[in-house]
């Protein structure tokens, strides 16, 4: 876990340094929107990004589909017309785009 940790802390570095936007999303979220069901076991995950994509993914490497189906609900996010994207950035942004909605 510790190392893990130090891994995703190197990678986020990484990224803040060369402005690359970071956006992370909770294993039940990724399950949810790759197999409908947020308690969905890693071979479900796999099975649906199987279907959903026209290939067939290696059993031994369900570390690989997991970074596969967080790709998906990372697209799903970001083209799904009823994400209000700007909303879940800050409250600036959120003020700015529903000012009729804060009241002074």
Same mark, same amino acid.
């Given at each position: =876990?510790?190392?893990?940790?130090?891994?995703?802390?190197?990678?986020?570095?990484?990224?803040?340094?060369? +402005?690359?936007?970071?956006?992370?999303?909770?294993?039940?979220?990724?399950?949810?929107?790759?197999?409908?069901?947020?308690?969905?076991?890693?071979?479900?995950?796999?099975? =649906?990004?199987?279907?959903? =994509?026209?290939?067939?993914?290696?059993?031994?490497?369900?570390?690989?589909?997991?970074?596969?189906?967080?790709?998906?609900?990372?697209?799903?996010?970001?083209? +799904?017309?009823?994400?209000?994207?700007?909303?879940?950035?800050?409250?600036?942004?959120?003020?700015?785009?529903?000012?009729?909605?804060?009241?002074?």
């Amino acid at each position: =876990m510790l190392k893990l940790g130090r891994a995703q802390g190197a990678a986020i570095t990484a990224a803040l340094d060369k +402005n690359v936007p970071i956006t992370e999303y909770a294993p039940r979220k990724v399950k949810l929107a790759i197999t409908g069901k947020g308690a969905a076991s890693k071979e479900q995950v796999k099975e =649906m990004l199987e279907r959903t =994509m026209d290939v067939k993914l290696d059993i031994k490497y369900l570390d690989a589909s997991d970074a596969l189906a967080i790709a998906m609900c990372h697209f799903y996010q970001l083209t +799904n017309p009823m994400t209000d994207t700007s909303a879940s950035k800050d409250w600036k942004s959120f003020i700015a785009a529903h000012s009729d909605r804060v009241k002074k």
